[in-house]
């Protein structure tokens, strides 16, 4: 399945009954709120709620990062309280250059969902019917069966990297804007920099009016960044395991399929003072 989804597309799916599940994943680092008030002033008709913090993350305990990975127990029953089911296409959006459509995504694919989309260039690109009431989210009547996250990396992973070069080379990229990867203008993470031995691509690099750029141009990119290094080896990261999910998913478009995802990403790696840092 292509993992993006026209406007046109989508609205196609929706005339003719498909069984599909839209999900509106608009959020704000900054104010919390303001994803959930979005979406009660206007969605796609017939959209739920998904929220980053609530519903695609773990509690926090100071040292997980800001937004941890859940278990895939957890996630199981998320699933079924939003009614994901495991035959259902889920089509994610947002209006943000698909950053937080794409941690659904993400989350669904690594946990065996197969048919997951995101909306190639979000609300802002929907020419389509507008609701402001909710529906009613039917809950699975069965919690799914839960799934080893495929592609997951943990901060075990990292430090071997960093421990012996060989096992890292140029595999892991950084998703942040270049002043925060430098350790600059850093405004939500206690401590600024990355993590050595990492290479930058910002997530948006990845977008062109709004939209993801064709899968020849992206490839042509991220080959370019990579140097001949094999998809797999490449481990993605950002500031907190979000804009990260937006470069895995442009490989994805670019045919690059198979690399992976430190979910705990800056945000996990700083709060450890002996963890080495880089600017």
Not at 35 to 49: K, M, P, S, T
Not at 67 to 84: F, M
Not at 221 to 228: A, D, N
Not at 240 to 245: K, P, Q, T, Y
Request: proline residues 6%; hydrophobic residues 40%; charged residues 20%.
């Amino acid at each position: 399945m292509n993992p993006l989804i026209t406007p046109n597309q989508l609205e196609e799916l929706v005339n003719t009954g498909a069984d599909i599940l839209i999900c509106d994943c608009r959020f704000d680092l900054v104010n919390p709120n303001a994803g959930r008030e979005a979406y009660n002033a206007g969605h796609i008709l017939g959209a739920i709620y998904v929220d980053l913090g609530r519903d695609l993350s773990a509690a926090k305990t100071g040292s997980n990062g800001r937004h941890p990975l859940p278990s895939p127990e957890e996630w199981a029953t998320t699933k079924q309280r939003l009614g994901i089911d495991p035959k259902t296409t889920v089509i994610a959006y947002d209006n943000h250059g698909s950053v937080y459509a794409s941690r659904l995504w993400w989350m669904l694919k690594a946990s065996g969902h197969a048919n997951v989309q995101v909306l190639d260039g979000g609300l802002s690109a929907w020419n389509g019917s507008i609701g402001t009431i909710p529906p009613m989210i039917e809950p699975l009547k069965v919690i799914p069966a839960p799934q080893e996250w495929v592609g997951a990396v943990t901060v075990d992973v990292i430090e071997e990297c960093i421990a012996d070069p060989n096992l890292l080379g140029h595999c892991m990229i950084d998703a942040r804007a270049e002043d925060r990867f430098r350790g600059e203008n850093e405004t939500l993470d206690a401590i600024g920099g990355h993590i050595p031995g990492a290479l930058n691509r910002f997530f948006k690099h990845n977008l062109s009016a709004g939209q993801f750029k064709s899968p020849e141009v992206l490839r042509a990119e991220f080959e370019s960044l990579l140097g001949g290094t094999a998809t797999h080896d490449v481990i993605h990261q950002c500031g907190s395991g979000v804009s990260a999910c937006h470069n895995v998913l442009a490989m994805e478009v670019a045919g690059l399929a198979g690399s992976r995802l430190y979910v705990g990403s800056w945000s996990e790696w700083c709060t450890d003072p002996k963890r080495p840092i880089a600017t």
